[in-house]
C-alpha cells in the first residue's frame, strides 16, 4: 500500500521549523529539473500561456517561484511555439520544443515528459509545474522536494483541502435519485467540526525519473501529498475567470525574492504614459495634450499617501514651458525634462532626497528608459509599449498609454505598499514570540 504523509505548509520559511530562505538544494548527485508544460494550442484563451497576469506573463509566475526556490539544477518550459519559447527564455528558463507527436490536442502530459526525460538522461527527479499555477511560491517548492530528496519518496503532488459536500449525479428522467457521497444527513458536521476532503489542486508533481519511464507514473511508489492553503490554489483552467485570478495574483502571488518595496518616490513619463502620446497643435499654433481623469485620480492616490510624483518630458520631445506649466498645476507634480538617457538626469534628484533607486517607482515607454525601468525598485510600462521596454520593466500594465495606465500602476504601487506594512508587522510578531 503506498504510504501517504500530512504536510501542512500555509507561511514561507516554514519547514519543518527550519528557515527556508536559507535551504538549499541538499547535497548529492541526483540531478531535479522542473518542467513547465506550455503548449501553444490552448482552445480556450489564445496563447494562455504567455497571456499578462497582473503585468507577467503566466508562465513568467512559476518559472520565477521555481528558478527562485535554488532547488533545481535546470528549469524548462515545454512547448511547440516560437513566442511562448521566446517569453520562456527571457524570464530565465531553458526550452524542450516538443516534437509534433506530442503536441497534439490528443497528447498526454505523461507523453511529453516521457520524451523530454529520453532527450535529458541527467535528470533523476523531475517537477511537472503547471503553468495555470500563479500563486505557486518557492517555499511550495522547497517543502515538496524537501519530501523527495530526505524523506525518500517517490512522488509528492499538491493538494488543497476542500470543505465541500458532494452529491451523487443522476441523468435527468432517468428516475433516479441522488444520494450524498461523503457526508450523512443526519449528522450534517458543522465547518469546524469537519476537516474537509484534500483535492489535487494541480500546482506541481514531483516523481523520480524511474517511476515515469518504468512504470509510466506520475503519481506511485511510496507516495505523499503537499497541502498548500486555498488561498495559493488558483487554478486559472478550473476555478476562476482573468479579472478575478489578477486580484488573487496580486495579494497572494510571489513577486521575487526581494521584499515588496515602499515607494516614496515616483517618475512617470508624460508622453506615452500620461498621455497617448500624441500632441495637438490649434490653428493658431497652440500644443494640447489630453489627460485622463483615471489617471490624474491615480496620481492623487499616490500623492495622499505622501508618495512624491514627479512628471518628465523630453528633450527629444518637448513641450512648450506654458504646457507644462499647466501639467504642474492640474496634477500638483513638478515637471522635469530629462535628456536623452533619462537616468543621468534623475540620479541627482533621488540623492538629493537621501532615496536609494529600491525606494523609486519609474513608469516608462520606450528604449531610453530602460535603465531607469531595471534600476527602480518598481517600475512599469503601459499596455502598448515596445518589447525593449517591455521586457525592462516588472509589471506591464493592461491599459495603453493615456487610458488608465497610470492609475493602474498606482493602485499596483500602493498594494504592494500595503504588502510591505503587513510583512513589517509580522515581522514584529515573530521577532517578539522568539
Known amino acids: 500500500m503506498s ?25 548529492g548527485k541526483r540531478h531535479v529539473a522542473a518542467l513547465v508544460l506550455a503548449r501553444g494550442g490552448s482552445k480556450g484563451i489564445p496563447l494562455k500561456n504567455i497571456k499578462m497576469l497582473a503585468g507577467v506573463p503566466l508562465i513568467g509566475w512559476v518559472v520565477r517561484a521555481a528558478l527562485d526556490s535554488e532547488m533545481f539544477d535546470s528549469v ?46 541527467e535528470v533523476d527527479v523531475l517537477c511537472n509545474i503547471q503553468a495555470t499555477s500563479p500563486c505557486l511560491h518557492p517555499f511550495h517548492l522547497k517543502g515538496a522536494l524537501k519530501m ?66 518504468k ?28 479579472p478575478v485570478a489578477e486580484q488573487r495574483v496580486l495579494r497572494y502571488g510571489y513577486f521575487g525574492r526581494a521584499t515588496p518595496e515602499v515607494v516614496r518616490l515616483m517618475f512617470c513619463n508624460v508622453s506615452g504614459c500620461l498621455t497617448e502620446g500624441r500632441i495637438f497643435l490649434t490653428a493658431s499654433g497652440e500644443e494640447m495634450v489630453s489627460l485622463n481623469t483615471r489617471d490624474t485620480m491615480g496620481i492623487r ?18 513641450v512648450v514651458q506654458s504646457l507644462a506649466d499647466k501639467l504642474a498645476e492640474r496634477t500638483g507634480c513638478q515637471v522635469v525634462q530629462v535628456g536623452e538617457e533619462p537616468l543621468d538626469d534623475l540620479k541627482t534628484m533621488v540623492e538629493k532626497r537621501n532615496l536609494q533607486w529600491k525606494d523609486v517607482a519609474y513608469m516608462g515607454t520606450d528604449k531610453p528608459d530602460v535603465n531607469c525601468l531595471n534600476l527602480a525598485g518598481l517600475s512599469a510600462v503601459p499596455g502598448d509599449a515596445p518589447v525593449v521596454a517591455i521586457n525592462a520593466a516588472k509589471y506591464t500594465c493592461r491599459s495603453l498609454g493615456g487610458k488608465g495606465a497610470m492609475r493602474e500602476f498606482a493602485e499596483h504601487i500602493l498594494l504592494q505598499k500595503q504588502k510591505a506594512k503587513s510583512q513589517m508587522k509580522q515581522d514584529r510578531i515573530d521577532s517578539c514570540s522568539h
Open 301 to 318: 492616490m499616490l500623492q495622499k499617501e505622501e508618495v512624491e510624483v514627479v512628471l518628465l518630458t523630453s528633450s527629444q520631445d518637448p
Open 3 to 27: 504510504a501517504r504523509k500530512r504536510v501542512v505548509h500555509g507561511a514561507e520559511g516554514l519547514l519543518d521549523g527550519l528557515p527556508a530562505c536559507k535551504q538549499g538544494r541538499p547535497v
Open 148 to 213: 523527495i530528496l530526505e524523506d525518500g519518496f517517490d512522488s509528492v503532488f499538491a493538494v488543497v483541502r476542500r470543505h465541500q459536500f458532494r452529491w451523487q449525479e443522476f441523468k435527468k428522467g432517468s428516475g433516479e435519485i441522488t444520494k450524498p457521497l461523503n457526508l450523512d444527513p443526519l449528522n450534517r458536521p458543522r465547518r469546524q467540526d469537519w476537516d474537509g476532503e484534500l483535492c489535487e489542486n494541480g500546482s506541481f508533481y514531483f516523481t523520480t525519473t524511474d517511476l515515469i519511464m
Open 76 to 121: 524548462w518550459v515545454s512547448t511547440d511555439h516560437a513566442d511562448i519559447e521566446k517569453v520562456a527564455k527571457t524570464w530565465g528558463a531553458k526550452v524542450h520544443r516538443r516534437s509534433a507527436q506530442v503536441s497534439r490536442d490528443t497528447s498526454t502530459s505523461l507523453e511529453t515528459i516521457q520524451e523530454f526525460l529520453r532527450l535529458n538522461p
Open 215 to 242: 512504470e509510466g507514473l506520475l503519481q506511485g511508489g511510496k507516495v505523499a501529498y503537499y497541502e498548500m492553503l486555498p488561498e495559493y490554489s488558483v487554478d486559472i483552467d478550473v476555478d476562476i475567470d482573468w
